[in-house]
């Protein structure tokens, strides 16, 4: 994990209530416009790596560090086994 995603996990850690179960580590190609779309077959690949996790920890909530990757996991939360949220979105709810 890079070192954002190693203080992003820190910060979820300190929120009373939350357990963090897990974190995975997607490449640059899965989220976003920077070439997300030149790589589809390693991008459902890596993308399925991170879901198995999800279901193998029961997961509640599958937080994602990037506003792109959350957009494309809240579309993989119909099937009903976990919420997709921003990182952001757990902190504000630990404030408020």
Request: aromatic share 4%; hydrophobic share 40%; glycine share 14%.
């Amino acid at each position: 994990m890079n070192e954002t995603g190693a203080n992003v996990a820190g910060l979820l850690a300190a929120v009373p209530g939350l357990t963090l179960v897990g974190t995975s580590a997607e490449p640059g190609y899965t989220c976003g416009g920077s070439g997300a779309d030149c790589s589809p077959g390693l991008k459902v690949e890596a993308r399925m790596k991170t879901l198995a996790q999800a279901e193998a920890e029961d997961v509640d909530i599958l937080a994602s560090l990037y506003h792109g990757c959350h957009g494309q996991l809240s579309g993989l939360e119909a099937k009903g086994k976990f919420q997709a949220m921003n990182w952001t979105d757990l902190l504000v709810r630990a404030l408020s």
